[in-house]
């Protein structure tokens, strides 16, 4: 089958793509940032949407809810985390960020922010732009799509 020059460049940019991102997130998984990759994610979220169920996070990264449990666990532990109990429905827990979980969520972004920077300036500011512009693009696309 002959190639395209659009199914070029798309192969092209998975092998690309694939090399970037399994640098970058070994650069991120690194120990000096404190938090695996979904314990980030779900500070991060905490931290944008307040107290959440544990159902309630385990839709938003697509894992069954026993699966958060343990992070959440984790992070409780680690006294990122408070846990709370609904009055009306002891069957269902709260979770939020504590003051030492909202210090190191910003840790890890500073932190992450800096591998980010790293790489991003090795781009032309007018490449950079470009960039930025179609990955928006991208996700615009994305969310257009879900509706």
Request: with cysteine; proline share 2%; hydrophobic share 40%.
């Amino acid at each position: 089958m002959e190639q395209t020059p659009f199914t070029a460049l798309v192969e092209r940019l998975e092998h690309a793509f694939s090399l970037a991102l399994r640098r970058l997130a070994a650069d991120l998984a690194k120990e000096e940032i404190g938090l695996t990759k979904p314990q980030f994610f779900i500070l991060n979220l905490l931290s944008k949407r307040g107290k959440c169920t544990v159902s309630e996070l385990a839709e938003e990264m697509f894992v069954k809810p026993s699966a958060i449990t343990t992070m959440i666990d984790r992070l409780y532990k680690s006294g990122f985390v408070l846990r709370e109990r609904d009055e009306e429905d002891r069957r269902v827990v709260y979770v939020q960020l504590s003051e030492k979980g909202k210090e190191m969520l910003q840790h890890a972004r500073t932190e992450r922010r800096k591998i980010i920077e790293r790489y991003l300036s090795q781009l032309q500011f007018d490449e950079l732009e470009q960039f930025v512009y179609i990955i928006e693009k991208i996700a615009a696309i994305n969310e257009k799509e879900e509706k």
